[in-house]
């Protein structure tokens, strides 16, 4: 039997754009590599203490290294979503005290913390860099009298440390240092936490001129987790709201526009698992606890990040290895938890359509990334593409040569971005970036005649929404 020329120049494109989808979806993880070449126990910290951060397509990660005589803060970025990588380099004296490190990124500036006891007691320390990680100034002790290691966030020039220090034996309590210089100078402590009590582990994570914070509190006599938030930068702050009932442990703040999503490790339903509480009007009030994961083992320590319905979480199962889970739906319903592999306390990051993973095994500090994650868990079947009738998204044609009309509607006023990915996650181009109006018809022409051919992602955020259109560009 003879297949004319004509048809299977049609057909084939169209087997072949079948046959990718299908692998792209089944073997989306990379392998693991090591991050962290001659460590000697390197180490991470708690799902408190975010030791991986990212800004565009740039990939921070810290970690605590025994090398030498020592402990030394090492510091390590990919300019391209974790393709390549520069080489890893100490930020800390490497015959130093240097461990428990957190990393916050705004702009071209990074900011870490540590805790550190060369002054003889735990201390916290404050590190940063102007310039992307290329030059580093001097470390800053914040706090002298540290029990846990500290946490730092930023926005803007806002820079915003949380300190653990036992005002008595037996009584801790979650404190903020701020910077509103950028880490120039710093104000006075305030204390966060009332607990009276083991008050610890805080995490914060901020936006704008919003400050959220976490952290196990034990007033009640069982271990739960208690919030807390700024809404002027700092200024002022609301209630200590208690977001558990039942023995709790290991909380972070996950912030994405009005969106606050608390996830926790908690024995609620008898061994530890993975829980969720989340917020849709920045923190005033929370929804019922979601329980996420239930296994005999026990998990706990998540660590989540969002873009509009898509949330990603990494967790540490008891037995030591790590796991991810997804929803595409902000929360309402979860994909099976996938093993990601042996080690310990996991984080995640998204750059485009790519989810950044490390995490530490046999002190090694490994990465892991998916290139296509945070874009096929959206909805890639012909046009027109919608999410939950807030977006409609399409592209014609949608096997090209050269040029597509790439053409939306959103359903309220809001600011969009659409953007464009390469199968490995690399952004090529971002085709609109501000305010549209409900119900306007956006149209824009996507001239891919510089690209290479093959699959790619036109990415399009709005609001607490985003839809993903897979392109597929050909070329004779």
Not at 27 to 48: D, F, R, T, Y
Not at 140 to 148: A, P, R, Y
């Amino acid at each position: 039997m003879k297949i004319s020329l004509q048809f299977s120049k049609k057909v084939l494109p169209l087997i072949i754009f079948t046959i990718l989808i299908h692998a792209v979806v089944c073997a989306q993880w990379s392998p693991k590599i090591s991050i962290s070449p001659n460590a000697m126990w390197a180490g991470l910290n708690e799902n408190s203490g975010q030791c991986l951060a990212v800004n565009g397509d740039t990939v921070h990660v810290v970690w605590t290294d025994h090398r030498t005589l020592g402990h030394a803060i090492y510091y390590r970025h990919s300019p391209d979503a974790g393709v390549t990588w520069n080489t890893a380099i100490p930020i800390t004296d490497t015959t130093g005290t240097a461990i428990f490190p957190a990393i916050a990124v705004s702009g071209s500036t990074i900011h870490v913390v540590w805790l550190d006891s060369s002054l003889g007691v735990p201390a916290s320390f404050y590190k940063r860099s102007l310039d992307g990680g290329n030059t580093w100034g001097p470390a800053v002790c914040l706090d002298s009298s540290t029990k846990f290691w500290p946490g730092v966030a930023a926005s803007g020039s806002m820079v915003f440390v949380t300190l653990n220090k036992e005002i008595v034996i037996g009584n801790t309590e979650v404190f903020l240092r701020r910077s509103i210089d950028n880490g120039v100078t710093w104000e006075a402590e305030q204390q966060i936490s009332n607990a009276f009590g083991r008050s610890e582990d805080p995490a914060i994570a901020a936006q704008g001129s919003y400050i959220h914070l976490s952290w196990n509190d034990k007033r009640s006599g069982i271990m739960n987790i208690y919030y807390r938030r700024s809404s002027d930068a700092g200024v002022t702050w609301g209630p200590e709201t208690q977001l558990t009932t039942t023995d709790s442990y290991t909380s972070m703040v996950s912030l994405d526009s009005a969106s606050v999503d608390v996830p926790y490790g908690s024995t609620t339903a008898g061994n530890f698992d993975v829980w969720l509480r989340q917020s849709s009007d920045t923190g005033s009030t929370f929804g019922t606890p979601q329980q996420l994961t239930n296994d005999s083992l026990g998990q706990a320590y998540p660590y989540m990040v969002r873009e509009g319905l898509n949330l990603h979480i990494v967790y540490f199962q008891f037995g030591y290895s790590a796991w991810y889970l997804h929803s595409g739906d902000g929360g309402v319903t979860w994909d099976s938890t996938f093993f990601l592999s042996n080690g310990s306390q996991p984080f995640i990051a998204i750059t485009g359509c790519a989810l950044q993973v490390i995490f530490a095994d046999s002190g090694t500090i490994y990465y892991m990334r998916n290139p296509s994650g945070n874009c096929l868990a959206s909805d890639v079947a012909e046009e027109p593409t919608s999410h939950a009738n807030h977006l409609l998204l399409s592209a014609h044609p949608n096997l090209f040569s050269q040029l597509t009309t790439i053409q939306f509607t959103l359903a309220e006023n809001s600011k969009a971005t659409l953007k464009v990915y390469t199968l490995l996650g690399r952004e090529v181009a971002t085709l609109i970036d501000g305010d549209r109006k409900a119900g306007e018809v956006c149209r824009v022409v996507f001239d891919a005649s510089k690209l290479e051919p093959g699959m790619y992602f036109c990415h399009l955020s709005a609001g607490n929404s985003l839809v993903t259109k897979t392109l597929m560009l050909l070329k004779e």
